[in-house]
């Protein structure tokens, strides 16, 4: 997937994305959707149609003043007036209305649609670099879609509007239709030109936009400030955002002021179309042709399309601009995952099933490294193994294919004989229980929903909860927080308050002590512990979870010389194996490191 950067949009995709725009915003919120386009129209049209009624209430008035007729003779045009400018009010209100409905129904699910789509896309799809800017893209455009969907129908509206005052001039001065439309292809063209112009600099320039947003987002989170404000790093950070800023603005104000500057040429021609037109509708009306009434509809039928015609092409070309970007949101929803699901449920229970990884070979995508070489490895239900190794050895790489957020091209990984590719992902995923080195912390809920997220899918039990939090040692702070497991963990928020590293790492065991899954994976789960807490929470990982499998991946050996059985992975495969006396007796990889830390704790 290479990125286009001088992507264009035929008229057919336009169409395309403008249809797709429509039923998505119907789809959010159906009912306002298409009271909004019903009533656009009804709106939009509403100016040739009052200039009709004014025009007859008019040649009553000169009928009546004339021919000394009973005043009361006007009444009906006028009511006639006053009903119409009623009905149009109530509809303007009606659609401002449900207008709102639709902005906020925008507001809120279209994160939810979004985040479900993502969430369905997988982690090998995600860390594509492309898929990634699209996203941006897309997340950058979302928050729009219901203002872009009401342009949408404005220019419908407005065609409706551009065909009945058409209709109107045409009949009284067809060359005025023909200046206009002449002087307008120019125009048109320029404006899709640098419409183009504008969407490239917009593409081009998402990778270092996200750049620019991540370092203001870092100037502005408060976990930041500490580094900041003692390195001092403030200027910089501001200078690296500034200069994007500025420079993007550049670049942007130089398109802009060119598309303007050459449009307003065109513009001229049409101004004097209509002072030519005013002339003939006039020379009409000295000759007698034509009725005072008959001028003004005709003087505003006149306005109406020369005003429409040009808001039509302007229009076109920002909803063209518009859809370009539009069509990277509908491209994001229309992308598929790269690891298909497969049709083979694991059988429900508590029971772990064997794990057994054939001759597995892997690297990255976009990379021409192997992170896994020839891996051979076979983890039996409810054993209890360890997994150490250098860093890069390709440990977490082992947790991730066995999560399968990527798919294994090369060899395979079986659960209870069947390819982990053949595998209904929601089934394994209900056995497996991962706690990663880079763990969630969900700061705007509270300590209890941090461990109920653990497994969110039951009727949440409190008992359970507190019995995981004991288990992973939360019980040694949780009397500091003043709202107990109603604490929310963040200080930003009114009562809030923010947990110590270490403290998070305990809140998230306990999430896993809570989910009690048949298979549990621990990627580094201590890293921020102290030693006492370590050793307290692995006393109570092979008790708690004794008829589980447990896969522990550590750097301290300290954690996992009680495991079944130790592996010792070197570049990408498995290196040595046994247990922890075995492999000290083997006097290889795992007897130099654990030699050499346990110096370090001497």
């Given at each position: 997937?290479?990125e286009?950067k001088?992507?264009?949009?035929s008229?057919?995709?336009?169409l395309g994305t403008?249809?797709w725009l429509?039923?998505?915003?119907?789809k959010?919120?159906p009912?306002a959707?298409?009271?909004?386009?019903v009533?656009?129209i009804?709106?939009?049209v509403?100016?040739?149609?009052?200039a009709?009624?004014f025009?007859?209430l008019?040649?009553?008035?000169i009928?009546?003043?004339?021919?000394?007729v009973?005043?009361?003779e006007?009444?009906?045009?006028?009511?006639?007036l006053?009903?119409y400018n009623?009905f149009?009010?109530?509809?303007?209100s009606?659609?401002?209305?449900?207008?709102?409905?639709l902005t906020?129904?925008?507001?809120?699910k279209?994160?939810?649609?979004?985040?479900?789509h993502?969430?369905?896309?997988?982690?090998?799809t995600?860390?594509?670099?492309?898929?990634?800017?699209?996203?941006?893209?897309?997340k950058?455009?979302?928050g729009?879609?219901s203002?872009?969907?009401?342009?949408?129908?404005?220019f419908?509206?407005?065609?409706v509007?551009?065909?009945?005052?058409?209709?109107?001039?045409?009949?009284i001065?067809?060359?005025?239709?023909?200046?206009?439309f002449?002087?307008?292809?120019?125009g048109?063209?320029?404006n899709?030109y640098?419409v183009?112009k504008h969407?490239q600099?917009?593409r081009r320039e998402?990778?270092?936009?996200?750049?620019?947003?991540?370092v203001s987002?870092a100037?502005?989170e408060?976990v930041n400030?500490?580094?900041i404000?003692?390195?001092?790093?403030y200027k910089?950070?501001?200078n690296?955002f500034?200069t994007?800023?500025?420079r993007?603005?550049?670049?942007?104000?130089?398109i802009?002021?060119?598309r303007?500057?050459?449009?307003?040429?065109f513009?001229v021609?049409?101004?004097g179309?209509?002072?030519f037109?005013y002339?003939?509708i006039?020379k009409n009306?000295?000759?007698?042709?034509i009725?005072?009434?008959?001028v003004?509809?005709?003087?505003?039928?006149?306005?109406?399309?020369?005003?429409n015609?040009s808001?039509?092409?302007?229009?076109y070309?920002a909803l063209?601009e518009?859809c370009?970007?539009?069509?990277?949101?509908?491209?994001?929803?229309d992308?598929?995952?790269m690891?298909?699901d497969?049709n083979?449920?694991i059988?429900?229970g508590g029971v772990?099933p064997?794990?057994?990884f054939?001759?597995?070979?892997?690297?990255?995508?976009?990379s021409?490294?192997?992170?896994?070489?020839?891996?051979d490895l076979e983890?039996?239900?409810?054993e209890?193994?360890?997994?150490?190794?250098?860093?890069?050895a390709?440990?977490?790489?082992?947790?991730k294919?066995?999560s399968?957020?990527y798919k294994?091209?090369?060899?395979g990984?079986?659960l209870?004989?069947e390819n982990i590719?053949?595998i209904?992902?929601?089934s394994?995923y209900?056995k497996l229980?991962?706690?990663?080195q880079?763990y969630?912390?969900y700061?705007?809920?509270?300590?209890?929903e941090?461990?109920?997220?653990?497994?969110?899918?039951?009727?949440?039990?409190?008992?359970?909860?507190?019995l995981?939090a004991s288990?992973a040692n939360v019980?040694s702070?949780?009397?500091?927080y003043?709202?107990g497991?109603?604490q929310?963990?963040?200080?930003?928020?009114?009562?809030?308050t923010?947990?110590?590293t270490?403290?998070?790492?305990?809140i998230?065991i306990a999430?896993f002590?809570?989910r009690?899954?048949?298979?549990?994976i621990f990627?580094e789960p201590?890293?921020?512990?102290?030693?006492?807490?370590?050793?307290?929470?692995?006393g109570?990982?092979?008790?708690?979870?004794?008829?589980?499998?447990v896969?522990t991946?550590?750097h301290r050996?300290?954690?996992?010389?009680?495991?079944?059985?130790?592996y010792v992975m070197?570049?990408?495969?498995?290196a040595?194996?046994?247990?922890?006396?075995e492999?000290m007796?083997l006097k290889g990889?795992y007897?130099?490191?654990?030699?050499i830390?346990?110096?370090g704790?001497?």
């Open positions: 997937m290479e286009d001088d992507k264009k949009l008229f057919g995709q336009f403008l249809r429509v039923a998505y915003n119907i959010l919120a009912t959707a298409i009271v909004e386009i009533l656009a009804l709106i939009e509403s100016p040739v149609i009052n009709y009624i025009a007859l008019l040649d009553d008035v009928r009546i003043a004339t021919t000394h009973s005043p009361n006007i009444f009906p045009m006028l009511g006639l006053l009903s009623l149009i009010s109530a509809a303007q009606t659609r401002a209305y449900f207008g709102r409905v906020s129904a925008s507001s809120f279209s994160p939810m649609v979004l985040y479900k993502i969430h369905a896309l997988g982690i090998q995600l860390e594509n670099p492309e898929v990634v800017n699209k996203i941006q893209r897309a950058e455009m979302l729009n879609l203002d872009h969907f009401r342009g949408a129908i404005e419908i509206a407005r065609i509007v551009l065909i009945v005052a058409t209709a109107v001039v045409i009949k001065m067809p060359w005025v239709v023909l200046v206009v002449v002087a307008m292809i120019p048109f063209y320029s899709k640098y183009r969407w600099l917009f998402t990778e270092n936009r996200r750049r620019a947003n991540s987002g100037l502005i408060t400030l500490q580094e404000t003692i390195t001092s790093a910089y950070l501001s690296v500034k994007f800023a500025d993007y603005a550049k670049e942007e104000f130089a802009i002021k060119r303007e500057l050459f449009g307003f040429s513009k021609l049409t101004v179309a209509s002072i037109g002339f003939s006039f009306f000295f000759s007698r042709f009725s005072i009434g008959d003004t509809f005709q003087m505003r039928s006149l306005d109406i399309f020369v005003n015609f808001q039509v092409g302007g229009r070309s063209y518009q370009m970007r539009i069509s990277e949101v509908k491209e994001v929803f992308m598929k995952s690891v298909a497969g083979v449920a059988e429900e772990a064997s794990m057994v054939k001759g597995v070979n892997f690297k990255y995508p976009n021409d490294r192997y992170v896994i070489n020839g891996l983890i039996k239900s409810g209890k193994i360890a997994i150490v190794g250098e860093n890069g390709g440990k977490t790489t082992l947790v294919l066995l399968r957020f294994v091209e090369e060899g990984i079986y209870n004989d590719n053949n209904k992902i929601d394994w209900k229980g991962v706690l990663f880079d969630n912390t700061g705007s809920l509270t300590l209890k941090n461990i109920l997220l653990g497994d969110s899918h039951i009727e949440p039990n409190e008992a359970r909860m507190k995981a288990r019980s702070f949780i009397d500091d003043t709202n497991y109603d929310v963990l963040d200080e930003k928020f009114k009562g809030g923010r947990p110590s270490g403290q998070w790492q305990k998230a999430r002590f809570y009690n899954s048949p298979v549990v990627d201590t890293a921020s512990i102290d030693a006492v807490s370590e050793a307290e929470i692995f109570q990982i092979y008790e708690f979870f004794k008829d589980k499998t896969i991946i550590s050996f300290s954690t996992v010389r009680n495991a079944d059985k130790i070197d570049n990408g495969s498995i040595e194996s046994g247990s922890h006396e492999l007796a990889k007897h130099n490191a654990f030699t830390q346990a110096e704790y001497k």
